[in-house]
């Protein structure tokens, strides 16, 4: 697709194989990219090519087939960095499992070099368990006092006592885009107030990658990481960016093959970045994929894939409430500028997971539960949500069927 | 939507509308467990008092999704005032009747949309399984054909298990 095309998303559905399929006798209606998204033609045949044509590990070999692959691997690499707009994408780019583990790579070589008894880490409320359990790890095994940012009764950041909060921080760790509410977050501000204090930025960009055009220059970020399967490539990756200055100080995460430049019986060196923190054979062929899904997306143009999400999210929030009588509560802001398509609902007071049953008898796929992140249900003050989270290959068919589903649950659970 | 119809029988609606030994009992002397399935969030208190070898009353309370709600209370109305002998029987024969499609979740990852598989070859004794020992419980084996509801189904009954289990460790 060309960027001079316009935004058809009917025809953009026709990449996507799976969502030919039906369930249950009917089409599919995916809404659930929230969790992971599903994967293009394009990407699914990058990943088939290489493993048809040019597998083998990478770093290593010298034979013909090897260097290929470690020049589609490095490729991806940089690839990857130009897609988040890295001022140095071939060194700031490290590939991991995903973004859970790029997260907790942060918190272990960075902050067991630099955090200690006393020092203040300070998240959201609104992070998922990834962006809280390896910081809580952290503060447990060297007490570490962790601070959170409030979300208010619309389901933003409460910055309104921001500088206090913020006093003494050694690192701020923040969600781009909440995974629940759908808030998009003052990244940049926040930062800014960080690095006044001289803190350290964290942002999980797992759910913002994918939806917004990202650029971490102009969020002010110190690291991002997102994970390859919520942004149309495949599971097994995921990606930390790191500002050089930050990741050439850091100390290797993981040990193994890959990540050394000597190895004594009694020491070894660590490999320059970004190899020092990719020990053993990496996601290769997915790593091939995510740069096709890259492709795919600045194909599309992330501010055409915005534009469009913003667009049905504001379908979805009106037609959620119209159709279905004010029994609807989606938390999360209004339709907006700060509003992503990550629709959380809660139906009269029938459960999340008797919800998701009568849905998926409609093909509708919703995630029933707390979308790992509890302390935010806690606060929202339910034990369980319905999410349905939109996509770029969504339309407002899928939306329409959706509220179908809902009150049908609602005819049932009279 | 025959399957969904399986899965919400009206026996099932009515016990997650109006269930039945609704609330908790003074403990002591009863016995109070919680249970938690991590998943979702469903959350069920069993109180229970036992008297000799009976089991004199059965208390519920907790929240969840209507599979969760209403299996324990068709729990708590199939057990109130037995011997423990025969709820013993019971947890055996509604454990295998939840337990037949485990057996078959590993072989069943075709994902050909069919949904529709039936099982079979597993080791369950099919007295257990008799659904005339079983009552109104048996409303809730339309819950094997969607495995993942199963936990929601088997919250309230392991957490008696683990009330009676704690009783007779008190008794003895």
């Not at chain 1, 995630?367 to 806690?378: D, F, I, S, T």
């Not at chain 2, 309370?61 to 037995?82: D, E, F, P, Y």
């Not at chain 2, 295998?96 to 499609?101: E, L, N, Q, T, V």
Request: glycine share 8%.
């Amino acid at each position: 697709m060309s960027e001079e095309q316009d935004f058809d998303v009917e025809v953009i559905r026709k990449d996507f194989p799976l969502l030919a399929r039906t369930v249950h006798d009917r089409p599919i209606v995916y809404l659930d990219s929230a969790a992971s998204s599903q994967m293009p033609r394009q990407v699914l045949s990058a990943m088939d090519r290489y493993y048809e044509t040019t597998h083998a590990n990478v770093h290593r070999g010298v034979y013909a087939i090897a260097e290929e692959a470690t020049r589609l691997y490095e490729a991806a690499r940089v690839k990857v960095g130009r897609f988040l707009h890295a001022p140095d994408p071939g060194h700031e780019i490290i590939f991991t499992k995903n973004a859970t583990e790029a997260i907790n790579l942060v918190a272990h070589a960075w902050g067991r070099q630099n955090l200690g008894p006393g020092d203040v880490v300070v998240l959201t409320e609104m992070e998922h368990h990834a962006n809280i359990v390896p910081w809580l790890m952290l503060a447990q095994e060297r007490s570490v006092e962790l601070r959170y940012i409030p979300v208010d009764g619309q389901g933003r950041l409460d910055l309104s006592d921001l500088d206090r909060l913020l006093a003494g921080a050694r690192l701020v760790g923040v969600s781009a885009m909440s995974n629940v509410l759908g808030t998009i977050n003052p990244v940049a501000r926040v930062a800014e107030a960080a690095h006044r204090e001289g803190a350290v930025v964290m942002v999980d960009g797992a759910q913002a990658v994918p939806h917004l055009p990202v650029d971490v220059t102009t969020l002010g970020a110190d690291f991002l990481a997102f994970s390859a399967h919520k942004a149309q490539g495949p599971t097994g990756l995921g990606v930390l960016w790191g500002r050089a200055e930050m990741l050439d100080g850091m100390p290797p995460f993981l040990g193994g093959g890959g990540m050394i430049l000597d190895v004594r019986l009694d020491r070894f060196l660590a490999a320059e970045v970004p190899h020092r923190f990719e020990a053993g054979t990496p996601p290769i062929a997915e790593a091939v994929g995510l740069a096709a899904a890259v492709d795919y997306l600045s194909g599309l143009g992330m501010d055409r894939v915005r534009a469009h999400e913003k667009d049905l999210t504001a379908y979805a929030l009106d037609a959620l409430a119209d159709r279905l009588a004010g029994d609807c509560t989606v938390f999360g802001p209004p339709a907006g500028d700060d509003r992503g398509g990550v629709l959380s609902l809660a139906y009269r007071d029938i459960h999340a997971h008797d919800l998701a049953q009568v849905l998926d008898q409609f093909g509708v796929c919703v995630r029933p539960g707390h979308h790992c992140a509890k302390p935010l249900m806690r606060k929202l003050g339910v034990p369980a949500t319905a999410r349905a989270s939109l996509a770029l290959y969504n339309d407002r068919h899928d939306v329409d069927v959706l509220i179908e589903g809902l009150e049908e649950a609602g005819r049932l659970f009279a | 939507m025959p399957d969904l119809e399986d899965l919400y029988r009206e026996i099932i609606l009515d016990h997650y509308r109006s269930p039945r030994n609704r609330g908790e009992l003074e403990s002591p002397p009863a016995h109070r467990v919680e249970g938690f399935n991590p998943l979702c969030g469903d959350e069920v208190v069993v109180s229970l008092l036992v008297e000799g070898d009976r089991l004199a009353d059965i208390k519920i309370s907790g929240t969840g999704c209507s599979i969760s709600q209403s299996s324990a209370s068709l729990m708590s109305a199939a057990v109130k005032g037995k011997s423990l002998a025969e709820v013993e029987r019971l947890m055996r024969t509604f454990k295998a009747m939840m337990s037949i499609h485990e057996a078959t979740l590993a072989d069943d990852g075709s994902g050909d949309g069919s949904g529709d598989e039936t099982s079979g070859g597993v080791d369950v004794d099919p007295d257990e399984v008799s659904l005339e020992n079983l009552g109104e419980l048996a409303a809730l084996q339309g819950v094997v054909k969607f495995p993942v509801r199963i936990k929601c189904a088997t919250l309230s009954w392991n957490t008696m298990a683990q009330a009676l289990a704690e009783t007779r460790a008190d008794t003895h």
